[in-house]
């Protein structure tokens, strides 16, 4: 686990290297390391290659060159063989799972820095691996990690010596006078991930939430299950060498050696045991869902296995048959939204027609996603929400992000957020993103609507 900072370079650095000595000796230490175990690939994921929402993308051809030129160091530059053999092994494996990775899609073979960075230092030491380069996705932690459990895999069935190797830089908001100022998610997520990391706690990465990480800027958060994956059921020596703050940007390396040659260890399958708790949990939650959720959870379970629309139940309360209502059908999955489709004025003649429409076009037609397949059924979190008419206010002032919805209308754009999102605090966050769902110009002249609603868990 190493960061990526250019500035460590000399050439790019100038002097200023220096800062950061601590983070330079621990770097040349897992240098020295990787060059004991001699192995025949190494595997370096970097945030910094290319990144797809839905798809790990792996590096292509036989060979690829780099230098930091960007970084006005022309002169230091990078020539390296790839391991096509491990690469094929991977897209073979990810074929045969229908898992979202390989090798389409390469828009910038050059080297990105966060792989030249980790390259610059092991090259100082050792040159006799070939390389296997990835990025990360969008995906939910889970996939990250599922990933990195594939990769393993190929290196066991091909019998590779291999040492991964997890670029990414910690928090990016640690200090007011660095590049990217100061968050108080900051320093939390740097002492939170080193605690985690330093002793191998892999199971926990699962539980860093995606608002706190994306207050943090943190950027290596996905580089680090990957690696993890890497380690499934393995027990590891693990070893902290260093955490620096000096730049306002986090480094920390740590490294991790197998045990007893890699035995497998039951206790550290982390992604089985996060399943089977996340199972059991969305099981109990199923159990106690009412008349809303119950409609919208049969409506999608129906539609996806039989792409045909439910009958409405005869069991339902009189005022979802009776009463009409806007409604918002939202589905999570691994604790990321997978589909969120509403509407904010009734459009049918009651609210259970109303969430079965929602329904259905949440796992199939939201332009984000794309539709809900049958083996993702039992890993969907649903929520239905139930409007009230919205009513015009006239400030911002009017507004509460816990309590109310808001809707931004600008000529015949118009963008609505709901109300007690997480990650969305303030109203200024929550005017600001529903200007950006209605496609809606910043400094736009608007008039604002505010909507109370009644959250079905």
Same mark, same amino acid.
């Given at each position: 686990?190493?960061?990526?900072?250019?500035?460590?370079?000399?050439?790019?650095?100038?002097?200023?290297?220096?800062?950061?000595?601590?983070?330079?000796?621990?770097?040349?230490?897992?240098?020295?390391?990787?060059?004991?175990?001699?192995?025949?690939?190494?595997?370096?994921?970097?945030?910094?290659?290319i990144l797809y929402a839905d798809y790990f993308h792996i590096s292509p051809g036989k060979s690829a060159h780099g230098s930091f030129s960007e970084f006005g160091a022309p002169s230091v530059k990078f020539d390296v063989e790839y391991d096509t053999e491990f690469v094929n092994c991977i897209v073979e494996k990810a074929a045969e799972l229908r898992f979202p990775a390989g090798t389409l899609g390469e828009k910038k073979p050059a080297l990105d820095h966060g792989t030249m960075?980790?390259?610059?230092?092991?090259?100082?030491?050792?040159?006799?691996?070939?390389?296997?380069?990835?990025?990360?996705?969008?995906?939910?932690?889970?996939?990250?990690?599922?990933?990195?459990?594939?990769?393993?895999?190929?290196?066991?069935?091909?019998?590779?010596?291999?040492?991964?190797?997890?670029?990414?830089?910690?928090?990016?908001?640690?200090?007011?006078?660095?590049?990217?100022?100061?968050?108080?998610?900051?320093?939390?997520?740097?002492?939170?991930?080193?605690?985690?990391?330093?002793?191998?706690?892999?199971?926990?990465?699962?539980?860093?939430?995606?608002?706190?990480?994306?207050?943090?800027?943190?950027?290596?958060?996905?580089?680090?299950?990957?690696?993890?994956?890497?380690?499934?059921?393995?027990?590891?020596e693990a070893r902290q060498l260093v955490h620096e703050d000096i730049t306002g940007v986090g480094y920390g390396i740590c490294t991790f050696l197998p045990k007893n040659n890699g035995r497998p260890v039951e206790e550290r399958r982390f992604?089985?045991?996060?399943?089977?708790?996340?199972?059991?949990?969305?099981?109990?939650?199923?159990?106690?869902?009412?008349?809303?959720? =119950?409609?919208?959870? !049969?409506?999608?379970? /129906?539609? *996806?296995?039989?792409?045909?629309?439910? #009958?409405?139940?005869?069991? %339902? &309360?009189?005022?979802?048959?009776?009463?009409?209502?806007?409604?918002?059908?939202?589905?999570?999955?691994?604790?990321?939204?997978?589909?969120?489709?509403?509407?904010?004025?009734?459009?049918?003649?009651?609210?259970?027609?109303?969430?079965?429409?929602?329904?259905?076009?949440?796992?199939?037609?939201?332009?984000?996603?794309?539709?809900?397949?049958?083996?993702?059924?039992?890993?969907?979190?649903?929520?239905?929400?139930?409007?009230?008419?919205?009513?015009?206010?006239?400030? =911002?002032?009017?507004? !509460?992000?816990?309590? /109310?919805? *808001?809707?931004?209308?600008?000529?015949? #754009?118009?963008?609505?957020? %709901? &109300?007690?999102?997480?990650?969305?605090?303030?109203?200024?966050?929550?005017?600001?993103?529903?200007?950006?769902?209605?496609?809606?110009?910043?400094?736009?002249?608007?008039?604002?609507?505010?909507?109370?609603?009644?959250?079905?868990?």
């Amino acid at each position: 686990m190493v960061p990526h900072p250019p500035m460590i370079v000399p050439e790019i650095g100038g002097g200023r290297e220096k800062d950061i000595q601590k983070t330079i000796d621990a770097y040349m230490q897992v240098a020295e390391r990787i060059a004991e175990l001699k192995p025949e690939t190494i595997i370096i994921s970097s945030p910094h290659s290319i990144l797809y929402a839905d798809y790990f993308h792996i590096s292509p051809g036989k060979s690829a060159h780099g230098s930091f030129s960007e970084f006005g160091a022309p002169s230091v530059k990078f020539d390296v063989e790839y391991d096509t053999e491990f690469v094929n092994c991977i897209v073979e494996k990810a074929a045969e799972l229908r898992f979202p990775a390989g090798t389409l899609g390469e828009k910038k073979p050059a080297l990105d820095h966060g792989t030249m960075v980790p390259l610059w230092f092991i090259t100082r030491k050792y040159k006799d691996f070939k390389l296997v380069r990835t990025g990360m996705s969008g995906l939910d932690l889970t996939k990250h990690y599922e990933y990195g459990m594939m990769i393993k895999e190929a290196a066991e069935k091909l019998g590779r010596r291999t040492v991964f190797v997890a670029s990414g830089d910690l928090s990016h908001k640690l200090q007011e006078y660095g590049p990217y100022g100061y968050a108080p998610e900051g320093p939390r997520y740097d002492k939170r991930i080193m605690d985690v990391c330093g002793n191998a706690r892999f199971g926990e990465l699962f539980d860093f939430e995606e608002s706190f990480c994306e207050k943090a800027a943190e950027c290596g958060h996905r580089s680090f299950v990957i690696m993890a994956g890497a380690l499934d059921g393995v027990d590891v020596e693990a070893r902290q060498l260093v955490h620096e703050d000096i730049t306002g940007v986090g480094y920390g390396i740590c490294t991790f050696l197998p045990k007893n040659n890699g035995r497998p260890v039951e206790e550290r399958r982390f992604l089985e045991a996060r399943l089977a708790a996340e199972e059991q949990k969305l099981l109990e939650k199923r159990e106690r869902s009412d008349a809303y959720v =119950k409609l919208a959870r !049969d409506t999608i379970e /129906y539609y *996806v296995r039989n792409h045909k629309v439910i #009958k409405i139940p005869e069991d %339902l &309360p009189e005022e979802m048959l009776h009463e009409k209502s806007g409604t918002f059908v939202s589905v999570h999955e691994h604790d990321r939204l997978r589909g969120c489709i509403g509407t904010f004025l009734p459009t049918w003649d009651c609210i259970a027609k109303e969430i079965i429409q929602n329904a259905i076009s949440a796992v199939s037609t939201d332009p984000r996603f794309d539709p809900v397949e049958e083996d993702e059924l039992k890993w969907l979190d649903i929520n239905v929400d139930v409007l009230s008419t919205p009513e015009q206010i006239e400030s =911002k002032d009017d507004l !509460d992000v816990k309590k /109310y919805g *808001v809707i931004v209308q600008c000529g015949n #754009k118009r963008g609505l957020l %709901l &109300p007690d999102l997480d990650g969305v605090d303030t109203v200024e966050q929550q005017l600001s993103i529903a200007m950006r769902k209605g496609n809606i110009a910043p400094g736009s002249k608007v008039d604002l609507y505010r909507f109370e609603v009644v959250r079905h868990v």
